[in-house]
C-alpha cells in the first residue's frame, strides 16, 4: 500500500483550487487538467492514458487501474501479446502435467487387461515445472493486485481466491517433497483448473451467468427429484415381490387362460423385474434415473412386459412426463434464463467499452492544445491521430477511423463526435475479396467469363459427386473379396482421372480470379490445398508402384502399401465432397454458425476443461486401481461369484478401457458417461467395484455435464442460428463481403446505450483518477 501512495495520489487532472486560479472550472463545463503552460511530459501521460483506456475498450477491460506514467508501462507490458502468450504457455503446461505424473498416461491402451506399466517421472521433475509456474503465478498475481490498488484488491474475489490457490497449491508442493512424492492424495491437482478460470473474463461471465440461472434450474431439477421419487416408490410397490399381484390379477388371470402360460412362469417375470431393477431403494432410483435419460429403454421394462402388457403404461408415463416434458421444459428454462443473463453480460461489456472511449476523451481534452475558454470539452484531431499511432488495434478498425477523421472538416471533436468514431469497433467485421485479374485479350476474357462463372462451380460439384459414386461402386463390389484377390487396377485409373481433373479446374480458376482473389475464399484454399496434397500422393503412389495396369497389386513397398495409398486418396477424395457447402445456402447457413459458435465458444469450452479435469482428478483418487481384471478367460461364457455374467455388464461388454488408473483414460470415461449411452453399465460396475456410494459421483457427473452444461450448449448454439437466420433474412446476399461477428456483436442489435451521465457518475468513481467534473 505504501509503496503504490504516490502513484495512486497522482491526480489525472492538477488541482481544483490550480484549476480554479485559473478560470477552467465551470459548472457543467469539460473538463480541464493542464495549464497553457503545461509541460510536454504532461501532454506524453495524458497521450498514454487515452492509448490504454482505448484498449481496455477494445478488449472490453476494466479501467479501474492506476494509471501514473510507470504503472500505465506496466500495464501495457502485461497485457502485451508476448506476456499473455507465457501465461497461457504457463497454465497449458501445469494442466498437461495431468497426462505425465503419477499416474502417467503414457502407455498404449488404458484396458486393464494389456496395459504395460507406465513410466512415471522421477521425484522432482514434474515438481519442479510446477515450481515454475507458480513463480510465474506469483508474478501474475502481483502484476494484476499493484496495478488494481490496495482498495480495489479487497474488492476483487477472483484475486483473493488467486491468492488462496497459489497459497494451498505450494503448501501441497512442500508436503508432496516431503513425502518423496508417495503420496495419493495432492490438492493442487483439483486446483489447477481455477488458473485457466481466472485468466479469462469471458469465462468469468459465463460463469456468473450460469450461477445466476441455478435458482431458476433448481426448481425443474426439485420437479424432477419428486417427480423420480414419486415413481420410485410406486415401482417399489408396483413390482414388489408377490405371487399374484393385486392390481393386475385380473389382466394375469387372462392373459394365462388365453395364452396357455403358466401361473408360476408369470410369477417368474415379475421375480425378474424386481430382482435386476427394484430390489431395494437404491437400485430403484437408479433404475428410473437411468430411464430418464433413456438409456437404459426398453431393458428395464422387458421382464414386466413380458408378463403383463399393462405395465408398459407404467414406463411409457415415467418417460413422457421426465424425458419429454420435464427434462425438455429445463432445456427452455435454461435457454430464457441464461440467455437473459449472459445478454446482462454483454451489456456491462459494452459499457465497459464505452467507458474506456470516454475515459480517452476526457483525458485528450486536458491536452494544453484545447482552448481555455471553450463551453464544451474538445479533441484536437492532431491528439487523436497521436493516440491512434500508439494504440494496438485491428488495422481495419484504425483504417475506417483514420478515413473518417481525414473526412471530418472539422479540428476538434466533441464528446458524441468522439464516441461515434469509436463505434466502428461494434460492427461486424467485413471482409472484401480482392478484385479479379482484367486481361486485353478478347480470348482471355471469354476463358475468364466461363471459368469463373459459378457453373463451372457446379460442373466441379457433379464431378466430385461422380467421383464419390465410382468409389462407392467399386468398394461394393470389392468388399467381400480377399486381399490377395482385389485389383487396383480400376480404383487406381479413377482416382488418377479426377485429380488430374481437380488439378486442371484449379488453375482454371486461379487463372480466371487471379491467385489472390481464388486465395481469398475459404472454400477455394480447401479445395487447393486437398488437391495438391491427393496430387502429390498420386505422383508418390505412381514412383513407387508404377502406373496403374490391370492386376495391379505390387508387393508392400515404402511405409504404405498401394491398398493404404488408394485408401487415403479416397478418404481425401471424400473429404473434398464438402466443397459442394458453400453452393447450397441452407447447409452454409448451418456450417457458418457451427463455425462462428466453435470461435466463440471458447468460455463455454473452457468451463468444460475445468469441469472435465476436476472430476477425472477427483474420479483418479476415488476409483484408482478399483477396476481389477477376471484374467485371460472370455467375457461370454464365464462365471464370476459363482453366477454367469450376464449380459450388459461392465465385464460381459469389454468396458476395461473404461477406468480411472490415469488421467486420460479418466477423461475418455467421464465423456461415455457425459453421452449417457450405457452409463448405467458405469454406476453399477463401479458400484459393484469400489462402493455404492459410487453413483453419487457419476449422477452428479451427470447433471453437471449432460444436463446444464449440454443444455447451456443448445442455448448458445440456438441464440446463434436465431441470430444468423434473422439477420438472412433482412441482409442482401453479397457474393464478395464476409461478415465475421462475436459474442458481443450477437447481441449488439438488443443492447442499450449507456447514457452521458452513467458514464461520467462511473468515472468520478474511478478510484485513480481525479476529474473536474
Given amino acids: 500500500m505504501e509503496a503504490g501512495a504516490g502513484a495512486e495520489a497522482e491526480p489525472l487532472l492538477p488541482p481544483q483550487s490550480w484549476r480554479t486560479r485559473r478560470g477552467l472550472w465551470r459548472a457543467g463545463g469539460g473538463a480541464r487538467s493542464a495549464a497553457e503552460d503545461g509541460t510536454g511530459t504532461d501532454n506524453d501521460l495524458y497521450i498514454n492514458q487515452a492509448v490504454v483506456f482505448i484498449e481496455d475498450a477494445i478488449q472490453y477491460r476494466s479501467i479501474n487501474h492506476r494509471v501514473d506514467s510507470k504503472s500505465l508501462w506496466l500495464y501495457r ?13 504457463t497454465i497449458t503446461i501445469i494442466l498437461a502435467l495431468a497426462f505425465i505424473e503419477k499416474p502417467s498416461s503414457l502407455t498404449v491402451t488404458s484396458d486393464v487387461r494389456y496395459r504395460l506399466p507406465a513410466w512415471n517421472p522421477p521425484c522432482g521433475l514434474t515438481e519442479s515445472i510446477e515450481l515454475l509456474c507458480f513463480l510465474v503465478f506469483v508474478v501474475d498475481v502481483s502484476v494484476k493486485s499493484y496495478l488494481i490498488g490496495w482498495e480495489e484488491f479487497w474488492k476483487n474475489k477472483w ?16 508436503v508432496s517433497l516431503s513425502f518423496l512424492c508417495a503420496e495419493d492424495v495432492r490438492i493442487r491437482r483439483i486446483l489447477r483448473p481455477f488458473f485457466l478460470l481466472q ?40 413390482f414388489a415381490r408377490t405371487k399374484l399381484f393385486a392390481k393386475f390379477s385380473f389382466f394375469c388371470v387372462f392373459l394365462s387362460s388365453n395364452t396357455g402360460i403358466p401361473g408360476h412362469s408369470l410369477d417368474g417375470q415379475q421375480d425378474k423385474e424386481w430382482v435386476g431393477y427394484f430390489r431395494n431403494l437404491p437400485d430403484s432410483l437408479t433404475s428410473l434415473l437411468v430411464l430418464l435419460t433413456t438409456a437404459n429403454n426398453p431393458d428395464v421394462m422387458i421382464p414386466a412386459y413380458s408378463k ?37 453480460s454483454v451489456q456491462s461489456s459494452l459499457f465497459r467499452r464505452r467507458l474506456g472511449i470516454r475515459a480517452a476523451f476526457e483525458v485528450l481534452s486536458s491536452l494544453k492544445e484545447t482552448p481555455a475558454n471553450a463551453q464544451q470539452s474538445y479533441v484536437s484531431v492532431g491528439a487523436l491521430l497521436q493516440v491512434l499511432q500508439k494504440v494496438e ?76 459414386i465410382s468409389i462407392c461402386v467399386v468398394l461394393v463390389m470389392d468388399a467381400d473379396k480377399q486381399p490377395s484377390e482385389r485389383d487396383d487396377f480400376f480404383l487406381g485409373a479413377i482416382n488418377c482421372f479426377f485429380i488430374l481433373y481437380y488439378l486442371l479446374e484449379m488453375l482454371l480458376k486461379i487463372l480466371a480470379l487471379g491467385l489472390k482473389r481464388y486465395l481469398s475464399y475459404p472454400s477455394n484454399r480447401f479445395d487447393g490445398l486437398l488437391t495438391v496434397i491427393l496430387l502429390v500422393l498420386e505422383i508418390s503412389t505412381f514412383a513407387v508402384y508404377g502406373f496403374p495396369h490391370p492386376g495391379w497389386r505390387p508387393e508392400f513397398m515404402g511405409l504404405l502399401s498401394l491398398w493404404d495409398m488408394v485408401r487415403l486418396v479416397n478418404m481425401l477424395i471424400v473429404f473434398r465432397f464438402l466443397r459442394i457447402i458453400p453452393n447450397m445456402k441452407f447447409m452454409a447457413l448451418v456450417v457458418t454458425t457451427l463455425l462462428d459458435l466453435v470461435k466463440n465458444l471458447r468460455a463455454f469450452a473452457g468451463i468444460l476443461v475445468v469441469v472435465f479435469y476436476a472430476f477425472a482428478i477427483t474420479g483418479i483418487m476415488l476409483f484408482k486401481g478399483a477396476v481389477v481384471p477376471l484374467g485371460n478367460i472370455s467375457a461370454i461364457n464365464t462365471t464370476y461369484d459363482n453366477g454367469t455374467l450376464q449380459c450388459g455388464t461392465y465385464e460381459q461388454l469389454e468396458y476395461w478401457p473404461n477406468n480411472f488408473d490415469d488421467f486420460a483414460a479418466a477423461v475418455v470415461t467421464l465423456w461415455d458417461v457425459m453421452v449417457v449411452n450405457n452409463w448405467q453399465v458405469f454406476l453399477e460396475a463401479f458400484s459393484r467395484y469400489s462402493s455404492p456410494w459410487a453413483k453419487i459421483y457419476f449422477v452428479v457427473w451427470w447433471l453437471i455435464s449432460s444436463v446444464i452444461w449440454v443444455n447451456l450448449f443448445v442455448a448458445l448454439l ?35 446505450e449507456p447514457t452521458e451521465e452513467e458514464l461520467m457518475e462511473k468515472l468520478h468513481q474511478h478510484p485513480h483518477l481525479q476529474l473536474c467534473r
Fill in 718 to 752: 440456438l441464440e446463434n442460428f436465431i441470430h444468423k437466420w434473422d439477420r438472412r433474412c433482412h441482409r442482401e446476399s453479397l457474393s464478395d463481403i464476409e461478415y465475421q461477428r462475436t459474442v458481443e456483436l450477437m447481441f449488439r442489435d438488443v443492447l442499450e
Fill in 159 to 174: 484475486l483473493m481466491a488467486y491468492i488462496l490457490t497459489l497459497i494451498v497449491s505450494l503448501t501441497d508442493w512442500i
Fill in 77 to 89: 507490458w502485461y497485457y502485451s501479446r508476448t506476456c499473455q502468450w507465457i501465461l497461457s504457455l
Fill in 393 to 468: 488495434m485491428d488495422c481495419r478498425c484504425k483504417q475506417a477511423i483514420m478515413r473518417s477523421l481525414k473526412m471530418c472538416s472539422c479540428d476538434q471533436l466533441s464528446a458524441t463526435q468522439f464516441q461515434k468514431l469509436f463505434e466502428e469497433l461494434d460492427k461486424d467485421a467485413i471482409k472484401q475479396h480482392p478484385p479479379s485479374p482484367e486481361y486485353q485479350s478478347h480470348f482471355m476474357q471469354k476463358m475468364q467469363f466461363a471459368f469463373g462463372h459459378p457453373y463451372f462451380g457446379y460442373l466441379g460439384n457433379v464431378v466430385a459427386l461422380a467421383n464419390i
Fill in 199 to 238: 485468466n479469462s473474463s469471458m469465462m468469468k461471465k459465463t460463469l456468473k451467468s450460469i450461477n445466476s440461472t441455478l435458482p431458476e434450474m433448481a426448481s425443474v431439477v426439485l420437479l424432477l427429484a419428486v417427480h423420480l421419487s414419486l415413481f420410485t416408490m410406486f415401482a417399489m410397490l408396483l
Fill in 308 to 344: 403383463n402388457r399393462a405395465y408398459s403404461i407404467f414406463f411409457i408415463l415415467f418417460t413422457v412426463l421426465g424425458n419429454l416434458f420435464l427434462m425438455n421444459l429445463l432445456t427452455a428454462i435454461i435457454y430464457n434464463q441464461f440467455r437473459g443473463y449472459l445478454l446482462k
